[in-house]
């Protein structure tokens, strides 16, 4: 393995002084769980990596505050999936942090590492985007919120600067009665990355999010405010029209070996119409 220098900041502050000055030679670890396989096959060389585990000022908490969730960038998926609140308000996250990885995994993943990651296949992405979530990142110029639409680029790059971490992330607690639901294909049962990452919510308006993940560069929201997916005695045609155009900038990639773009975007078609359903069926539940 590459060798580098490592760091252990007991601040934030602390953590974007280092931050700021080694630049892109500096790589957070949080949870450790994407970036020591990417020390171990050299894909990531940084020269220093700044731990983050044992910053103060770091947050682990779920809380609502102010009308929102606040997810702290220490929570690891295993405490996101079984959260009362998140359970509760934000259905679709739970279930996508329930099916990352394998318990282990689950027990050290971050949330705020799975999106900083930048992975276009992240199983928390599309919910994050079906939620309108908003990161919080520290860095030398103090604190700025980013809507997560304009977090992602392309694979392994957000807008995140060199020099910012971060430090948690919010969802607005929601305005209307909704059910959501999280969706995904992988090749094979276990640990796996999936083919398509789906989440969708259905709110009491007729309002239908849906975001999708590993069918491009990065996941997309798409939002359809005409009621038709909602209603369930629109014909079948009509919701699949509104789903087409919904998919519409779906681009997935030929090179990929985890599955063709054919399939990607047939599976993108069934997963989508089943968690229509599925959503509507929590909403109806209450
Ligand atoms: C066996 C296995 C199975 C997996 N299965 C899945 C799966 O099913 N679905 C899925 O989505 N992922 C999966 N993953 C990938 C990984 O577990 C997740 O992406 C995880 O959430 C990463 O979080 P982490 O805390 O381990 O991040 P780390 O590996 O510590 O960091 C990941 C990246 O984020 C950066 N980073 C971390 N914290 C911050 C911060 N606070 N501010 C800025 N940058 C930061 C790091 O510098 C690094 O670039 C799997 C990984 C393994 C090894």
């Given amino acids: 393995m590459h060798t580098f220098a490592y760091a252990r900041p007991g601040t934030v502050a602390e953590a974007v002084a280092i931050l700021a000055e080694h630049g892109s030679q500096a790589r957070l670890l949080a949870g450790g769980t994407d970036l020591i396989i990417r020390l171990r096959d050299g894909s990531a060389r940084p020269s220093i990596v700044v731990d983050t585990k044992r910053i103060a000022d770091l947050g682990a908490a779920i809380q609502e505050a102010d009308g929102l969730l606040v997810i702290g960038a220490r929570a690891v998926m295993a405490d996101i999936a079984r959260d009362p609140g998140v359970r509760r308000d934000f259905a679709a996250l739970a279930d996508a942090a329930s099916v990352v990885g394998s318990v282990q995994i689950r ?11 930048g992975s276009p296949a992240a199983d928390t992405a599309p919910s994050l985007l079906v939620f309108g979530a908003v990161v919080v990142a520290a860095g030398p110029g103090g604190v700025r919120r980013v809507p997560i639409d304009d977090f992602f680029v392309r694979s392994g790059v957000t807008t995140l600067a060199a020099g910012e971490l971060v430090t948690a992330i919010e969802l607005p607690l929601p305005a209307a009665r909704a059910g959501s639901v999280h969706v995904r294909r992988t090749r094979r049962r276990g640990h796996d990355l999936a083919s398509v990452t789906l989440s969708c919510s259905v709110d009491e308006r007729g309002v239908t999010r849906i975001a999708f993940g590993s069918v491009g560069p990065r996941p997309i929201l798409a939002v359809d405010v005409s009621g038709v997916l909602a209603d369930a005695g629109a014909p079948a ?6 789903l087409e155009r919904m998919f519409a900038d779906a681009s997935p990639s030929p090179r990929s070996m985890r599955a063709s773009p054919a399939y990607r975007l047939a599976m993108l078609r069934v997963l989508g119409a089943r968690a229509v359903l599925a959503a509507s069926r929590r909403l109806a539940e209450g």
């Avoid at 027990?107 to 990651?117: D, E, H, Y």
């Avoid at 045609?237 to 509104?242: F, L, R």
């Fill in 107 to 117: 027990n050290r993943a971050t949330l705020a590492g799975n999106i900083c990651n």
């Fill in 237 to 242: 045609a009509a919701k699949a029209a509104v």
